[in-house]
């Protein structure tokens, strides 16, 4: 029996974002009788730390953290390694591997995974996007987090990329260390099944959104997300359509700044309704809209931008190389120039219905060829 142990989502069937789609996504596709997974998760709640929870043949050891904001991850992801030692050998664990998503604890890494050095427990890192880009984080955040990128690179044994860009980015900035590195993208699924639940009724109702008559945006509410750029340009474009954005949107002080600088709550047609995690209601939004517009700007290749090719006819994304490495010649690019998406969002109005069902093959044999799940779980399992 070989064990796979998963550090570094919040869990397995998680409701949060990429690491827990991810993991809730390869697990599901793995499909291999000899192969058990293990995957701690994070829990605020005191009594049920240690507990072990079995969901569908996967073990989940119950980690807890204090929710203390941004260091919550930080020490969930300590106490997690800390714990490996009893859990393998309480639970007679033998060939092993860990798989560590994100780069987070940096010099404890080393210390923390001596045990399983010993044990000659092959461990592999996938250091996500590059983390200390990212705009919302301060200066002194950054510089901790290329620290912790770098430990955590030079310990692993093996890099596992979700991007060719990042891949090329490890490859040059720590030649030094000579790691074997591996690019494999997150998945999407071909021929989802278009549901108008309960649920999509009542926010479609609840919002006055009509199918085909919306431009989408599926994403975390940070500022590297490019919403100020997206919904300016939307603002000013003579559309007719409606602006759906499916966020965890908070009443925070990006919240206000972005109010304050586009004025989006003059113009019904911008539409926050919040976060959406139901698989079934995600598919149809996306299924549904007219385009989807994506404006992630910082990381590697990332699963909404995925589940947008496999579902959403025409799709729109900021020129960055990521993006461009995904979306090649099926999406249409805009940058933040004044004027440029606007134009887009125009442009993609006067399409025919053979230019849009052009863009919709190009963009479904982007995932038929490179991000299938059953091509990204046959990569695992060739690493594995």
Not at 104 to 112: A, K, T, V, W
Not at 180 to 193: H, S
Not at 229 to 243: H, Q, V, Y
Not at 293 to 322: D, Q
């Amino acid at each position: 029996m070989k064990n796979i142990i998963i550090i570094g989502a919040r869990g397995y069937k998680s409701n949060y974002g990429g690491w827990e789609t991810f993991v809730t996504n390869l697990i599901e596709n793995y499909q291999e009788k000899n192969v058990k997974f293990h995957v701690p998760e994070l829990t605020t709640n005191k009594k049920q730390k240690k507990q072990i929870i079995e969901k569908e043949h996967v073990s989940c050891l119950q980690v807890y953290s204090p929710n203390l904001g941004f260091f919550t991850m930080f020490i969930y992801a300590i106490s997690a390694l800390r714990q490996m030692k009893k859990y393998i050998q309480k639970n007679h664990l033998d060939n092993v591997i860990v798989y560590i998503l994100g780069c987070r604890i940096g010099p404890f890494y080393p210390f923390l995974i001596r045990f399983l050095k010993k044990q000659g427990i092959k461990i592999y890192l996938n250091p996500d996007g590059l983390e200390w880009t990212r705009e919302k984080w301060a200066w002194w955040i950054k510089q901790c987090f290329k620290i912790s990128e770098y430990c955590m690179i030079k310990h692993s044994d093996g890099i596992v990329c979700d991007s060719k860009a990042i891949q090329n980015y490890v490859q040059n900035r720590y030649q030094k260390f000579k790691k074997q590195t591996f690019f494999i993208p997150y998945g999407a699924y071909l021929d989802q099944r278009d549901c108008k639940t309960e649920k999509v009724k009542q926010l479609y109702k609840k919002y006055q959104v009509t199918e085909n008559n919306y431009y989408l945006i599926v994403g975390r509410f940070v500022p590297e997300n490019n919403y100020e750029t997206m919904i300016k340009e939307f603002i000013s474009s003579n559309t007719k359509k409606d602006l759906v954005i499916i966020s965890n949107v908070e009443n925070n002080k990006f919240y206000r700044q972005l109010r304050e600088k586009t004025k989006f709550d003059c113009d019904k047609r911008v539409k926050f309704i919040g976060a959406v995690y139901d698989k079934d209601t995600l598919v149809y939004f996306r299924k549904n809209a007219y385009a989807y517009i994506h404006g992630h700007s910082a990381g590697g290749t990332n699963p909404s931008l995925l589940e947008a090719l496999a579902t959403t006819k025409i799709n729109i994304l900021f020129h960055a190389v990521y993006n461009v490495e995904v979306g090649m010649m099926s999406c249409l690019y805009f940058s933040k120039k004044v004027g440029d998406l606007k134009n887009l969002i125009e442009k993609v109005e006067t399409f025919d219905k053979k230019t849009i069902e052009k863009y919709e093959k190009l963009a479904l044999d982007r995932i038929k060829k490179e991000y299938t799940w059953k091509l990204i779980v046959e990569a695992y399992k060739n690493i594995w």
